[in-house]
């Protein structure tokens, strides 16, 4: 009695590993959420309290310099245009090939017995022929505005941003997230994102044409046990 419950036990589990192997949508995320969009601006005091000068460390911006981003809370916009194109190609042929051939001539009157001619030839032939490529493409163009979130000890900006835009029951979400260097930044606080390091790029969709590109629970089901 014990090793049928045992067995029946065995059986759930398993049963309720596949279903949950079946029914888990297959999403990553490629944007850690917690990671932060979005960050205040500090107030403009030092250590906390105020000095009573005009110069304020938390709110120093270079006279002689154009307003760039360079605190917790600005702005800037990045221009996304991410191509990227791989190919791999290989050919290998190989061709072998052997012939041997022996005749013996016919004598006659060799001890009384005629002997006829004889003749022998063999081949052998090898081929072998292999080909294989491999082409990727990819191309993301776009444009978001982040808020810096935080300030590096070697002046590198920490840059995070996300959109939201919803349109009926359908939604579009893009995430983007990076470290970029301030002095890279173009006029009118634009950077482009080849220019930014550990860039994490995530667009979303949501709603009925994102559930219609999702294959159904039962057929996620059946291909997690299936060999083929």
């Not at 916009?77 to 052997?98: C, F, G, K």
Request: aromatic share 8%; proline share 5%; net charge neutral.
């Amino acid at each position: 009695m014990r090793s049928a419950h045992r067995v029946l036990s065995a059986a759930v589990v398993l049963l309720g590993a596949a279903l949950a192997a079946g029914c888990a949508a297959p999403r990553h995320e490629v944007v850690a959420d917690v990671l932060p969009t979005t960050a205040r601006p500090q107030a403009p005091v030092a250590n906390g309290m105020p000095t009573g000068g005009v110069f304020q460390a938390a709110a120093y911006r270079p006279l002689f310099e154009d307003r760039k981003p360079r605190y917790v809370g600005d702005i800037l916009t990045v221009n996304i245009t991410e191509r990227l194109n791989a190919s791999q190609s290989a050919n290998s042929a190989t061709e072998r090939s052997a012939e041997f051939e022996v005749a013996f001539p016919g004598a006659r009157g060799v001890l009384g017995l005629d002997i006829n001619p004889l003749a022998a030839s063999a081949s052998a032939s090898n081929t072998f022929d292999g080909k294989g490529a491999t082409t990727s493409s990819n191309a993301f163009t776009g444009v978001i505005t982040v808020t810096v979130t935080d300030v590096l000890a070697n002046g590198n900006l920490v840059i995070a941003g996300e959109k939201r835009i919803g349109i009926r029951r359908n939604s579009e979400v893009l995430k983007f997230t990076g470290v970029i260097d301030p002095t890279r930044i173009q006029p009118g606080n634009v950077i482009a994102s080849t220019l930014v390091a550990d860039a994490r790029l995530d667009y979303r969709g949501g709603g009925y044409i994102e559930e219609a590109q999702i294959k159904g629970w039962l057929s996620r089901f059946f291909d997690s046990f299936s060999p083929f």
